[in-house]
């Protein structure tokens, strides 16, 4: 649940707790309220009926000489309240103040009420001249109490909630205004998790939200650059690696190379050379040139893994096509290898060629290495709208399983995914239905 909607909550519960008192406040108030207004109403007929011509002469066994009107006195009586006269020797007269009768009271709250409205009535003297001459009692009416009550109860409980609903709208709106840059700092986080660098966060009103976005764009900034200086010492890693290759390949084709035809044709003039009793010397002559031949043949396929063509020269794809064609000629009776070069490859720096090569060159290593594929089909495609990115897919139909290949220690894929790195581009590996298909992406920036 959203902050807003827990505030919203929460102010509900509050002004819900506050109904609840309201009411029992309201409850209180109304039986308070009744028994002083049965006190006031019982004050005022004893006090008229004091005053009433001719009630000197009433007695305690005698009737009085005027009879006291009801008129009169049922005005003196308080809505709600019903009032019983005692005077002299006269019956009990009992009356009851006019009642509009709105607002029924439920079954519950009249229960509630009948023990207050049941209680000990309050009782006033007539007193004459000193002298008592009856009394009066008034109490409230239960079903005018219980119905006065009840309009005061739903009044208290209409305004309380009221107030509940109009602070909790009024609360959510004020708090989703509030926290509105939460979701702003959250979208800059999930850029980080994303691994691209987010935009800066611009000034928020609230103190503590700008605090954080502060502290953010501080930290966006320090990584941003930590970023710039892994990239750059990346590509630096994959140059002097490049001219570690270039080296290696330069001393195998000078040194060992010469080695090994200097090997070769010492074999040849030994075989030449031999009388023709030594057959046993001639076989051993041509067993070592058929090693040494073994051995330049391997030389050449090292080389052809170390030395890098003349990309800027021939271009990117002569360069693939010419990988493809060395494949193919040293697999034999492999499997088929095709090459798809689509898109104008013209400008491309040497360092982006250089890399794209070599990653093409250890994807198709690890195609043949990790299945027993029967075709395998190399995509390089460069689509300059919209800058999409270059991108280079190696599919195969010889099985596997991505996850166990991504997980594997084997240092090719970890090259890959170095060399991406320092063109800002990534490494995917998918299953196709039949095999593998690997994809690497790098940005047209290049």
Same mark, same amino acid.
């Given at each position: 649940?959203?902050?807003?909607?827990h505030?919203a909550?929460r102010?509900?519960v509050?002004?819900?707790?506050?109904l609840?008192?309201?009411?029992?406040?309201?409850l209180w108030?109304?039986r308070?309220?009744? !028994? /002083?207004?049965?006190?006031?109403?019982?004050?005022?007929?004893?006090?008229g009926? %004091? !005053?009433q011509?001719?009630?000197?002469s009433v007695?305690?066994?005698?009737?009085p000489?005027?009879k006291?009107? =009801?008129?009169?006195?049922v005005?003196?009586?308080?809505p709600?309240?019903?009032a019983?006269?005692?005077?002299g020797?006269?019956?009990p007269?009992r009356?009851c103040?006019d009642?509009? *009768?709105?607002?029924t009271?439920?079954?519950?709250? =009249?229960?509630?009420?009948?023990?207050e409205?049941g209680?000990t009535? @309050?009782?006033?003297?007539i007193v004459?001249?000193?002298r008592s001459l009856?009394?009066?009692?008034?109490w409230?009416d239960p079903?005018?109490?219980a119905?006065r009550a009840?309009?005061?109860?739903?009044f208290a409980?209409g305004l309380?909630?009221?107030?509940a609903g109009?602070?909790?709208?009024?609360?959510w $709106?004020?708090?989703a205004?509030?926290?509105?840059?939460a979701?702003?700092?959250v979208?800059?986080?999930?850029g980080? /998790?994303?691994?691209?660098?987010?935009?800066p966060?611009?000034?928020?009103?609230?103190?503590?939200?700008d605090?954080?976005?502060? =502290?953010?764009n501080?930290l966006?900034?320090?990584?941003s650059?930590? /970023?710039d200086?892994?990239?750059?010492?990346?590509?630096?890693?994959v140059?002097v690696?490049?001219? /570690?290759?270039q080296s290696?390949a330069?001393? $195998?084709?000078?040194a060992?190379?010469?080695?090994?035809?200097?090997?070769?044709?010492?074999a040849?003039?030994?075989?030449a050379? @031999?009388?023709?009793?030594r057959?046993?010397?001639?076989?051993?002559?041509?067993?070592?040139?058929?090693?040494v031949? %073994?051995?330049?043949e391997s030389?050449r396929g090292?080389?052809?893994q170390?030395?890098?063509?003349d990309?800027?020269?021939?271009?990117?794809?002569?360069?693939l096509?010419?990988l493809?064609s060395?494949w193919q000629?040293?697999?034999?009776?492999?499997?088929s290898?095709?090459?798809?070069?689509?898109?104008?490859? =013209? *400008?491309?720096?040497?360092? @982006?060629?250089?890399?794209?090569y070599?990653i093409?060159?250890?994807?198709?290593?690890?195609? $043949?290495?990790?299945?027993?594929p029967s075709?395998i089909? $190399?995509?390089?495609?460069r #689509?300059?709208?919209?800058?999409r990115?270059?991108?280079?897919?190696?599919?195969?139909?010889?099985?596997?399983?991505?996850a166990h #290949?991504? *997980?594997a220690s084997g240092?090719?894929?970890?090259?890959?995914?170095?060399?991406?790195?320092a063109?800002?581009?990534?490494?995917?590996l998918?299953?196709?239905?039949s *095999?593998?298909?690997?994809?690497a992406?790098?940005?047209?920036?290049?």
């Amino acid at each position: 649940m959203s902050l807003p909607a827990h505030l919203a909550l929460r102010l509900l519960v509050v002004t819900l707790l506050c109904l609840t008192g309201a009411v029992a406040w309201t409850l209180w108030e109304a039986r308070t309220g009744l !028994r /002083e207004e049965a006190a006031v109403s019982a004050g005022r007929i004893a006090a008229g009926l %004091a !005053r009433q011509p001719g009630l000197g002469s009433v007695g305690p066994a005698a009737l009085p000489i005027a009879k006291p009107q =009801a008129e009169p006195t049922v005005l003196m009586i308080l809505p709600g309240i019903c009032a019983e006269i005692r005077l002299g020797a006269e019956a009990p007269r009992r009356l009851c103040g006019d009642w509009d *009768g709105l607002g029924t009271a439920p079954a519950w709250l =009249a229960g509630a009420l009948a023990a207050e409205t049941g209680a000990t009535p @309050v009782i006033r003297d007539i007193v004459y001249r000193g002298r008592s001459l009856g009394s009066v009692a008034a109490w409230p009416d239960p079903v005018a109490a219980a119905g006065r009550a009840w309009r005061q109860v739903r009044f208290a409980s209409g305004l309380a909630l009221s107030l509940a609903g109009t602070t909790a709208i009024l609360g959510w $709106l004020a708090a989703a205004r509030l926290v509105a840059p939460a979701a702003r700092i959250v979208q800059g986080v999930d850029g980080f /998790e994303a691994g691209r660098t987010p935009s800066p966060l611009p000034r928020f009103r609230a103190a503590e939200f700008d605090r954080i976005a502060t =502290a953010f764009n501080a930290l966006a900034g320090r990584l941003s650059r930590i /970023e710039d200086e892994r990239t750059d010492l990346m590509r630096r890693l994959v140059q002097v690696q490049e001219e /570690e290759r270039q080296s290696l390949a330069r001393d $195998l084709h000078d040194a060992f190379g010469q080695c090994l035809a200097a090997a070769g044709a010492l074999a040849a003039a030994i075989e030449a050379g @031999v009388p023709e009793e030594r057959a046993d010397l001639r076989t051993d002559a041509a067993g070592i040139e058929a090693v040494v031949g %073994a051995m330049r043949e391997s030389l050449r396929g090292a080389l052809a893994q170390l030395e890098l063509p003349d990309l800027a020269g021939i271009g990117l794809g002569e360069g693939l096509r010419g990988l493809v064609s060395d494949w193919q000629t040293r697999l034999r009776t492999g499997p088929s290898l095709h090459l798809d070069v689509m898109g104008d490859w =013209a *400008g491309l720096s040497p360092q @982006v060629s250089a890399s794209l090569y070599r990653i093409a060159q250890e994807l198709l290593t690890n195609a $043949l290495r990790h299945g027993r594929p029967s075709r395998i089909f $190399l995509r390089l495609q460069r #689509i300059e709208t919209g800058r999409r990115p270059i991108t280079l897919v190696v599919d195969d139909d010889g099985g596997g399983d991505p996850a166990h #290949i991504a *997980g594997a220690s084997g240092r090719g894929l970890a090259g890959i995914r170095a060399r991406l790195a320092a063109l800002g581009g990534a490494l995917s590996l998918t299953g196709n239905g039949s *095999g593998l298909r690997a994809c690497a992406s790098v940005p047209t920036r290049g």
